[in-house]
């Protein structure tokens, strides 16, 4: 039971980080700090799609769930609503690097408007 619970944990933190990824940039608007966790995990998330990789924390579900004794998804909340959304079963490698650029560029945009922002301010 443990092990699912950490499972499960980690399947969130992995959505967290999707989200934050997607949207975080909008957060900069407001606190000033959120670009230098922001853009890292931008560019991680980026690589990950583009490239075809893995992100570590999918082995790391993955290992959890054995050593839980879990070979399939059970229908727990967390299975039944998150986990598709983060592993989707159409998800295919074309899918993945129009999402990683889509990424990307909706990132570049938002901080381009940021920067566009100050600038205009500062030298107001």
């Known amino acids: 039971m443990g092990y699912r ?4 944990l980690v399947v969130l933190a992995h959505f967290g980080f999707i ?17 230098w966790l922001h ?7 980026g690589f990950i799609e583009v490239s075809g990789r893995i ?7 993955n290992s959890l769930r054995r050593a839980g004794g879990l070979n399939n998804y059970s ?4 299975e ?6 983060v592993y989707p079963a159409e998800l295919t490698r ?3 690097i129009v999402i990683g650029f889509v990424l990307i560029g909706l990132n570049v945009v938002i901080y ?4 566009w922002r100050r600038s205009k301010r500062f030298l107001e």
């Open 55 to 61: 992100c570590p924390l999918t082995p790391l579900e």
């Open 112 to 115: 381009g408007y940021l920067a």
């Open 75 to 78: 229908q727990s909340f967390i």
């Open 94 to 96: 074309e899918i993945q």
């Open 39 to 45: 853009v890292p995990a931008v560019a991680w998330g």
């Open 80 to 85: 039944h609503y998150i986990v598709p959304v």
């Open 5 to 8: 619970i950490l499972a499960d």
């Open 19 to 35: 989200v934050f990824v997607l949207l975080g940039g909008l957060l900069a608007f407001r606190c000033r700090w959120i670009p």
